[in-house]
Nanobody, 121 residues
Framework: QVQLQESGPGLVKPSQTLSLTCTVS??????????WSWIRQPPGKGLEWIGS???????YYSPSLKSRTSISRDTSKNQFTLQLSSVTPEDAAVYYC?????????????WGQGTQVTVAS
């Protein structure tokens, strides 16, 4: 019943900031005990967890991306956002938002359809 939809520019220039928004319907991002996450999949590679925000606004980030990543919420719009700064071509990927967190992908019960982000000048 919970639906997630990614949106944002599909093309970002090197050194600029990637900004994406996830709009949630059918459930509230402030519901107790839920985490909301960003994940990406580069071409030909596996899924990579980027970071998460929970119902109260607490955040966790992948150690490899922490210095460049910011996840925030807009509870009035039932949205959460991703900002990834100083992008390079290695950041090109399909980016997903999802509900859930933890050590297994099976803990992520709802996913958006994904959005392709290209990094090029």
């Amino acid at each position: 019943q919970v639906q997630l939809q990614e949106s944002g520019p599909g093309l970002v220039k090197p050194s600029q900031t990637l900004s994406l928004t996830c709009t949630v319907s059918g459930g509230s991002i402030t519901t107790n005990d839920y985490w909301w996450s960003w994940i990406r999949q580069p071409p030909g590679k596996g899924l990579e967890w980027i970071g998460s925000v929970n119902y109260g606004g607490s955040t966790y980030y992948s150690p490899s991306l922490k210095s460049r990543t910011s996840i925030s919420r807009d509870t009035s719009k039932n949205q959460f956002t991703l900002q990834l700064s100083s992008v390079t071509p290695e950041d090109a990927a399909v980016y997903y938002c999802a509900r859930g967190s933890g050590s297994s992908w099976s803990n992520f019960g709802s996913w958006g359809q994904g959005t392709q982000v290209t990094v090029a000048s």
